[in-house]
């Protein structure tokens, strides 16, 4: 299927891996021009050239750790001409309350939470300015089902779902779109590190991580892929008609 994405500019953040990385692909191959951010120049440089290379698109690159108080400023003066726009920033920590303290879930807030919402703001103005644009937030489906053992991460991604729904309900009268995408178990780096927070809460032992895996649907964590075809069509003309809503990618655990 054409998405109609060919020489569309995307600006994707905490792209230098996991799911980012499969988004700055699977756009990269519809003909995006791309603006990459996060925190580490070598990764994103990486990326950037074989992307470049494989699919002949625009690749620019924004080191950045968009905590700091300056740098969603300076990431918008840059990439601010995007036509879409994917918040995936994100590393909220596993733990109940009594183990994430106040310094860490602050420090998770302001860029899953914050992050997204300072960017989302700056960029809608830039796109109502053109009347036309696509907001994708990849927020997570620990909003929709609570996990104790991730407290900081459940209520972070519940705050991310309703106010993607609050903007996208009215933002068709702007010419933008804004649309969510909850991830369930995804196989990254990230979620091996969740697994063993939640196998040292239940069985005393990280180690045992594995046996959590083995529990999901199919026996497997969805793939980053599957996550980014997903965000790929949404960003598209293809769902032109689709706003205010989050789609969830969990292989059925929250409707159980």
Known sequence: MDLHLKNRRALVTGASYGIGAAIAEVLAEEG??????????STLDELA??????????????????????????????????????????DIPGGSV???????????WELKVFGY???????????KER??????????????????????GSSGNASLM?????????????GIRVVGVNPGPVETDRIVQLMKSQAKARFGDE??????????????????????DLIAFLASDRSAYTTGV?????????AA
């Open 49 to 90: 050239q074989g992307l470049h290379r494989k699919h002949g698109v625009d690749v620019q690159i924004h080191p950045a750790d968009l905590r700091e108080p300056d740098a969603i400023a300076t990431l918008v003066e840059a990439a601010g001409e995007a036509d879409i726009l994917v918040n995936n920033a994100g």
């Open 117 to 127: 919402i300072n960017l989302t703001r700056a960029m809608y103005a830039r796109m």
């Open 32 to 41: 995006c021009d791309l603006h990459l951010t996060a925190r580490s120049k």
């Open 98 to 108: 009594d183990v994430v303290d106040e310094e860490k879930w602050r420090h998770a």
């Open 246 to 254: 989050i789609f969830t990618v969990d292989g059925g655990i929250s």
């Open 207 to 228: 180690d045992r991580y594995r046996e959590l895996l083995g529990s999901f649907p199919l026996g497997r964590p969805a793939a980053t892929r599957e996550i980014a």
């Open 162 to 174: 309703a106010f993607t729904r609050a903007l996208g309900s009215r933002s068709l009268g702007d």
């Open 131 to 152: 009347g036309h644009g696509v907001i994708v937030n990849n927020i997570g489906a620990s909003g929709e089902r609570f996990d104790f053992n991730y407290i900081a």
